[in-house]
């Protein structure tokens, strides 16, 4: 099956340092990930749409010069939190949907397991 | 907006039935999934609906009706290691086929 891999799991940083955090397709190719941000017991909110070869399209109310998308190839995408703040400190998670199923089946999303960052 | 409703939470027992219920508006449709999540862990997928009716898949069966803007989630022969969040998402048909998620149910399951 599809494999997503998201790294890294874990990570703490200080306040006002960058973090970046990884996302392959390791199986699959993928024009288009997601970027999603779970807080403790919510749900995954959508953070932005990044795109192979083009800029990232990012949700209202996000800072798109906060979390930096790049897309760079067909199986990465990086996320960059710059100048993290303790209120950045939240569980990061892409995922993708493989390029050879663009949406005209049931192709699910495939998620990497997730970054839990903390800004102290 | 999109909005996506489920319950916050429900108990269960052990070899029960339980059903997980999922409203929805949302600017376009083209399809319902629904994914398991434990703590700390990534969402793994369970079921996807896109034309009305019943999908089974063994213990899990996931039910849509475009029409009224709902979908279940209905689980069988509950088993501990069902306790998890279970959350509904939209796939929206235009542009990226972007995925929003609902508010996600905690189930916990009793023995």
């Known amino acids: 099956g599809a494999v997503v891999s998201q790294h890294p799991s874990r990570v703490i940083c200080k306040s006002g340092t960058s973090v970046k955090i990884e996302c392959r397709s390791l199986d699959f190719q993928a024009t288009t990930m997601f970027w999603y941000r779970q807080f403790p017991k919510q749900s995954l909110m959508l953070m932005a749409t990044?795109?192979?070869?083009?800029?990232?399209?990012?949700e209202q109310g996000v800072e798109k010069d906060k979390f930096l998308i790049n897309h760079a190839s067909l199986t990465l995408s990086t996320l960059t939190v710059t100048s993290a703040h303790p209120e950045d400190s939240s569980f990061y998670i892409c995922s993708a949907r493989d390029r050879g199923n663009t949406g005209g089946s049931n192709s699910p999303l495939h998620f990497g397991n997730g970054t839990r960052l903390t800004v102290t | 907006g999109q909005n996506i409703d489920q319950p916050t939470e429900m108990t269960a027992t052990e070899g029960a039935i339980v059903q997980i219920n999922c409203t929805y508006q949302?600017?376009?449709?083209?399809?319902l999934f629904w994914y398991q999540q434990h703590a700390g862990e990534a969402p793994t997928f369970l079921s996807y609906n896109v034309l009305d009716g019943l999908e089974e898949k063994g213990r899990f069966s996931s039910f849509l009706s475009r029409s009224k803007g709902y979908s279940y989630l209905l689980l069988k022969e509950l088993q501990m290691k069902d306790s998890a969040s279970y959350l509904c998402?939209?796939?929206?048909?235009?542009?990226?086929?972007?995925?929003?998620f609902g508010t996600g149910t905690r189930l916990k399951v009793l023995a």
């Open positions: 949302t600017s376009g449709f083209n399809g």
């Open positions: 998402a939209v796939r929206l048909s235009s542009g990226t086929y972007k995925y929003i």
């Open positions: 990044s795109n192979e070869g083009s800029k990232a399209t990012y």
